[in-house]
């Protein structure tokens, strides 16, 4: 990405921040559900499953952080998040955003089921890696957005998921439930890792970012 791309002139200094904002809602897909033995097309089954999640087939309205600010040429926020990405061309036709991803070994089980599942929902994301220490395992990777488009106006992906998982062995087991929205496109090779009580539902939709001019 170059800066004298993003002003049209030659003075890198003076294009930045350079902020973007969520303009329209360019597609939204039907709800999928799966379970461990494939696609469920029940429309009452998916209906029933997704009913108590607010974000599925949600009309678009933007809302004031929905921005993206490129702070350089090279490193970008989304929305108010603390974060920053680096921000890189892929080709012609595509940004990414890069954030390291590290899981250590603090928290519940069930917290950290949650934090890999919710990783490897992404398509994506880079692998996991794990180390092992006295007692411990350590998860490393990195976070990966890639929106279609131009410095000036791109398409920020967006799924919004459902995810019902058996967690423990069988004489403690229990179902956590999590939810949510991620910057990021399915991975179904994510699938593979359900069991026979998991129920993933998700829908990828994509919205338009492009430069403020005010």
């Given at each position: ?28 897909g039907d709800v ?111 976070a990966v957005i ?69």
């Amino acid at each position: 990405m170059t800066a004298c791309s993003k002003n049209g002139g030659g003075d890198p200094a003076g294009a930045f921040p350079m902020e973007l904002k969520a303009v329209a809602l360019e597609s939204r897909g039907d709800v999928k559900l799966y379970t461990k033995s494939g696609e469920v097309k029940d429309k009452e089954m998916i209906a029933n499953f997704i009913a108590s999640e607010a974000g599925f087939n949600a009309s678009f309205e933007p809302q004031p952080d929905n921005i993206i600010t490129f702070m350089t040429d090279s490193t970008a926020q989304l929305g108010i998040s603390a974060i920053r990405y680096k921000a890189a061309r892929e080709g012609s036709d595509a940004i990414v955003f890069r954030s390291p991803f590290i899981l250590g070994p603090a928290g519940p089980r069930e917290v950290q089921w949650t934090a890999l599942d919710t990783y490897r929902l992404s398509k994506h994301n880079d692998p996991l890696q794990m180390f092992h220490s006295p007692g411990e395992i350590l998860y490393k990777g990195e976070a990966v957005i890639r929106c279609e488009g131009i410095d000036e106006s791109f398409l920020l992906p967006i799924m919004i998921y459902k995810l019902s998982r058996r967690i423990g062995d069988a004489g403690q087991a229990s179902i956590n439930v999590v939810s949510g929205k991620l910057f990021n496109e399915f991975n179904e090779d994510f699938l593979t890792t359900l069991g026979d009580k998991d129920t993933v539902a998700y829908q990828q939709s994509y919205v338009r970012y492009s430069i403020n001019k005010e």
